[in-house]
């Protein structure tokens, strides 16, 4: 009996892979000297393929279903092993699944900053992160030139490589997407899009699909950032160049009307002064993107007359007004009209 039990283990019959889990991308079949039995069964799952291996050379591929291991389903191991005449004997053989559900959340990122040519800038140095899924599309390129006779190959051990694929691809995602580089974080998709095309080729070497790529995040230079969110207040007031530096005036009016005050300066002349300063800075922090800045001087200049000034004050602040026209920040006319209409309180 125990001879008969000794027999029975050197013949396998059955043929199959239930994955124990995530993260197993190549699983060899434990054949431990054992030969598979002819006619004995194979059965390939959704999500996995199988390959034969015959002195080691890929001999076969077989798809998800359930196979009779014969002469009709092994046309090529038939041709290698000679079983012209309907041999009927064990036989052996190394065989490999596969499996070729997507591997997702995969994560990418720079681990230090990205040189990339930009139109605007010239060279602009970014980080980016984000995830990606792939899968095994080709089991026998993927078996020759990634796992190889290994008895397990897995995700963990191919993901520092893949990572490195989709970083060297920043830069050519970059350039086909044909966005500016202060675009890029209003255009994730497309850039996740241009960067999976660009990465897609170097994946199908080593058998795989690169399904999808997602940007989470792109990281600018701060002088940059503060450029975009600029640009952004442009578009909540559409575009109006005007609109756009009243309203960043307006919003840093009070800090400087309130240490100007606090500085002595005293009343309208004192808030004058200090309005006049924040003007400045503005222009400063937009990059002389403007010359719109009369919007806020002239609210400033009717706080002052509405207020009751004296004469002196009048004069102070119309002498400032030009200083501001001299420094192109306020037209002829806008000068005219305040300087009018202060004269009118010294009446």
């Known amino acids: 009996m125990a001879l008969m039990d000794f027999i029975k283990k050197q013949f396998i019959d059955v043929i199959e892979w239930t994955e124990p889990g995530d993260g197993i991308l190549a699983w060899r079949y434990p054949m431990a000297g054992n030969e598979i039995q002819y006619g004995g069964s194979l059965t390939v799952r959704e999500s996995q393929m ?3 291996v015959n002195e080691g050379k890929v001999a076969d591929v077989f798809g998800p279903g359930r196979y009779t291991l014969n002469t009709n389903t092994l046309p090529i191991l038939t041709y290698l092993q000679n079983w012209d005449k309907l041999f009927q004997s064990p036989f052996k053989s190394d065989v490999y699944f596969f499996s070729t559900r997507q591997q997702v959340d995969q994560r990418w990122g720079t681990t230090q900053p990205v040189s990339i040519r930009d139109k605007d800038f010239g060279a602009v ?8 899924s792939y899968r095994i599309a080709d089991p026998k390129l993927f078996h020759t030139q990634i796992s190889g006779t290994r008895d397990v190959y897995t995700v ?3 993901d520092g490589q893949l990572r490195a ?3 060297q691809h920043i830069s050519d995602a970059v350039a086909s997407s044909g966005l500016a580089f202060l675009d890029l974080a209003a255009n994730q998709v497309e850039f996740a899009n241009q960067l999976r095309l660009a990465t897609a080729p170097d994946f199908e070497l080593l058998g795989l699909k690169l399904e999808v790529v997602t940007l989470q995040n792109i990281s600018l230079p701060e002088e940059l950032q503060k450029i ?3 640009k952004i207040g442009m578009g909540m007031v559409g575009g109006d160049m005007g609109k756009f530096m009243q309203y960043q005036t307006a ?3 009070p800090k400087f009307a309130e240490g100007a005050g606090g500085a002595g300066g005293g009343g309208v002349v004192g808030d004058a002064m200090g309005l006049g300063a924040g003007v400045a800075l503005g222009q400063v922090m937009a990059n002389q993107l403007s010359q719109g800045l009369q919007g806020g001087q002239a609210q400033a200049a009717a706080a002052a007359a509405a207020a009751g000034v004296k004469p002196d004050e009048v004069m102070a602040t119309i002498e400032k007004l ?3 026209k001299a420094k192109g920040i306020l037209t002829q006319d806008e000068f005219d009209s305040k ?3 202060l004269l009118k309180k010294l009446v």
């Open 228 to 230: 975009l969110d600029q």
């Open 50 to 52: 199988a390959v034969f």
């Open 125 to 132: 140095r970014l980080r980016a992160f984000g995830n990606y």
């Open 156 to 158: 963990s051990e191919l």
């Open 339 to 341: 300087k009018a209409e």
């Open 251 to 253: 919003q840093s009016i």
């Open 322 to 324: 030009a200083d501001l």
């Open 165 to 167: 694929l989709m970083l």
